[in-house]
C-alpha cells in the first residue's frame, strides 16, 4: 500500500487552465503538506495542513488553493495557470505539525505540472 | 526567513567516503534533517540531529553543531545507487522544513 498517494502522476495543459491535484496518506498521519520543485530542483514549502486546519501559508499566489477535507486528504487547485507553474509538485506529510516527529517527512510520487 | 548553504555538486569514487555540508541561517531553529532524492524520485528521509553531535545509520551518518549552525552528511563506503541528491532542511519551532538547494552526487566507479 503507497503510504503517501498523487494524482495525477502527469499534467500537461494550456495556459489560462485550471487544474486539481489530489493527495492522500494511509499512515494516519496529522499534518500534510505541499512542496513546489522547479527545474533546477529547488524544493520549497507552499502549504501546511494540521487536522484540516491551515498552519503554514507561504507567499503563493492566491491562484493556487489547498482544500483538506480530512486529515488523510489534501488537495491543490490552481486557476488560471501560468508557464511558471510548470514544476513537480509533491505532497508529504508527517505525524505531527511539532514537536518530535514532525521533522519526518514522506512524500508522495510527485505530480508533474507542465505548462504549455 | 531561512537560508541554507550547500554545495551544488560532488564527485566520489565507489568505496569512498564523501561529506555533504550544509550551513544555515534561521530563526527558532528545532533541528537538522537530510533526505535523498534519485532523479525522477520523491525525497526520502534519511536523518535527522536537534543536538550536537553525530548520528549514525548504517553507512551514513549526520553531524550537526548548533553553536556553528553547521552540519554535515557523511557516506560511506559508497556504492554507485548513491548517485542522487541530497537535501539538507532546517526544521523550525513553527513546524516548517525549509530545504537547501540539493547537492548533487555523483559516484563513478
Known amino acids: 500500500d503507497t503510504a503517501v498517494s498523487q494524482t495525477p502522476k502527469y499534467l500537461v495543459t494550456q495556459m489560462g487552465n485550471d487544474k486539481s491535484i489530489k493527495c492522500e496518506q494511509n499512515?494516519?498521519?496529522?499534518?500534510m503538506y505541499w512542496y513546489k520543485q522547479d527545474s533546477k530542483k529547488f524544493l520549497k514549502i507552499m502549504f501546511s495542513?494540521?487536522?484540516?486546519?491551515?498552519?503554514i501559508n507561504e507567499t503563493v499566489p492566491n491562484r493556487f488553493s489547498p482544500k483538506s477535507p480530512d486529515k488523510a486528504h489534501l488537495n491543490l487547485h490552481i486557476n488560471s495557470l501560468e508557464l511558471g507553474d510548470s514544476a513537480v509538485y509533491f505532497c508529504?506529510?508527517?505525524?505531527?505539525?511539532?514537536?518530535?516527529?514532525?521533522?519526518?517527512?514522506?512524500f508522495g510520487a510527485g505530480s508533474r505540472l507542465t505548462v504549455l | 526567513g531561512q537560508s541554507l548553504e550547500q554545495p551544488s555538486e560532488v564527485t566520489a569514487v565507489e568505496g569512498a567516503i564523501v561529506q555533504i555540508n550544509c550551513t544555515y541561517q534561521?530563526?527558532?531553529?528545532?533541528?537538522l534533517s537530510w533526505y535523498q532524492q534519485h532523479d525522477g524520485g520523491a525525497p526520502t528521509f534519511l536523518s535527522y540531529?536537534?543536538?550536537?553531535g553525530l548520528e549514525e545509520t548504517g553507512r551514513f551518518s549526520s553531524f550537526l553543531s548548533r553553536s556553528d549552525s553547521y552540519g554535515y552528511l557523511l557516506l560511506q563506503e559508497l556504492q554507485m545507487k548513491d548517485s542522487a541528491s541530497y537535501f539538507c532542511?532546517?526544521?523550525?519551532?513553527?513546524?516548517?522544513?525549509?530545504f537547501g538547494d540539493g547537492t548533487t552526487l555523483t559516484v563513478k566507479p
Open positions: 508529504a506529510s508527517s505525524p505531527v505539525a511539532l514537536g518530535a516527529g514532525a521533522n519526518v517527512l514522506t
Open positions: 499512515l494516519g498521519h496529522d499534518t
Open positions: 495542513y494540521n487536522n484540516k486546519e491551515l498552519i
Open positions: 534561521t530563526s527558532g531553529f528545532y533541528g
Open positions: 540531529n536537534a543536538l550536537d
Open positions: 532542511a532546517v526544521f523550525t519551532n513553527a513546524g516548517k522544513s525549509t
